[in-house]
Nanobody, 125 residues
């Protein structure tokens, strides 16, 4: 059974950093397209970074200077490091996975096949 489990969310002050984890089972993170989305209060779901088996990740313009994604194949986990956290980063961060050659083009939430439950990040000023 394919499954994604996020962790690492916390309540932090603006300017701090966090590393979120997305641990996969039933699929290999280095053979799947893994995306991080965030759901902010009163806003739609936003894709912040998309990773691919053999290409550099694609970041949303709004986060590329502060978000860094990495992958640990031994732990089958994808990490999202967020630095210089801002109040507007407060959101539920959710990872999603898709496989197949077409996943390289996926940016829409609905096209992914496996979803985590999300991890909450709350940033205070």
């Amino acid at each position: 059974q394919e499954r994604l489990v996020e962790s690492g969310g916390a309540s932090v002050q603006a300017g701090g950093s966090l590393r979120l984890s997305c641990q996969a089972s039933g699929l290999l993170v280095d053979r799947a397209c893994i995306a991080w989305f965030r759901q902010r209060p009163g806003r739609g779901r936003e894709g912040v970074v998309f990773t691919y088996p053999d290409r550099s990740p694609n970041y949303a313009d709004s986060v590329k200077d502060r978000f860094t994604v990495s992958r640990d194949t031994a732990k089958n986990t994808v990490y999202l490091e967020i630095t210089n956290l801002k109040v507007e980063d407060s959101a539920s961060y959710i990872c999603a996975a898709a496989t197949g050659s077409r996943c390289y083009y996926y940016t829409d939430w609905s096209l992914f096949r496996v979803y985590g439950q999300g991890t909450q990040v709350t940033v205070s000023s």
